[in-house]
């Protein structure tokens, strides 16, 4: 990866310099060094993180809607949407959340990147519901850069999950 993006990716706020004495301090508990990627979780640019989860989800979520059968790339991408929109990421990371699936890290970056969203909200979601989902796919991002491949499987596999249980709720309940 170039030196200027990994910059980009690495902060958001302060100097970046993994060095200085606040990240120091933070560097042992909250940096992920799988794969050969350093990436503190506490000063990672949310943006930029979930520029990048949501290209990741969508492509973990197409080889879901996939394996699931069917060849008609108009019911696949269908299914598809059901799982990518805002309204659902907010939903599952919510849950995610309330069940205690995240960790404390993981939580703090969800949050943090709900937090940061100050950007229009696409039509038929919710301001909150896109910060929600916003704030999901920076962990994303964050696991996909961090090297975490297991992580994220994991949180992608739960997602996939909630998301299964909710469709089948909505549709049962006429939504």
Excluded: C
Excluded at 15 to 32: L, V
Excluded at 38 to 46: C, Y
Excluded at 109 to 118: A, F, M
Excluded at 139 to 164: F, K, M, N, P, T
């Amino acid at each position: 990866m170039a030196e200027e993006q990994k910059r980009s990716i690495q902060t958001e706020t302060g100097d970046g310099n993994p060095d200085s004495p606040e990240d120091s301090s933070r560097k042992a508990s909250e940096t992920s060094e799988e794969g050969g990627k350093t990436v503190s979780i506490l000063s990672a640019n949310t943006t930029a993180l979930a520029y990048l989860g949501d290209a990741v989800y969508e492509v973990f979520i197409r080889e879901y809607v996939l394996k699931d059968g069917g060849v008609h790339v108009d019911r696949l991408n269908k299914k598809a949407i059901q799982f990518v929109r805002a309204d659902s990421q907010a939903a599952i990371v919510r849950e995610m959340i309330e069940n205690g699936f995240l960790t404390d890290e993981e939580e703090h970056l969800v949050k943090r990147g709900r937090n940061h969203t100050n950007t229009s909200r696409p039509r038929g979601s919710f301001p909150m519901q896109y910060k929600w989902a916003t704030g999901f796919e920076a962990l994303i991002g964050y696991l996909y850069q961090a090297g975490r491949r297991d992580r994220l499987e994991e949180v992608v596999s739960r997602a996939v999950e909630i998301g299964g249980r909710q469709q089948k709720e909505r549709r049962g309940s006429g939504k």
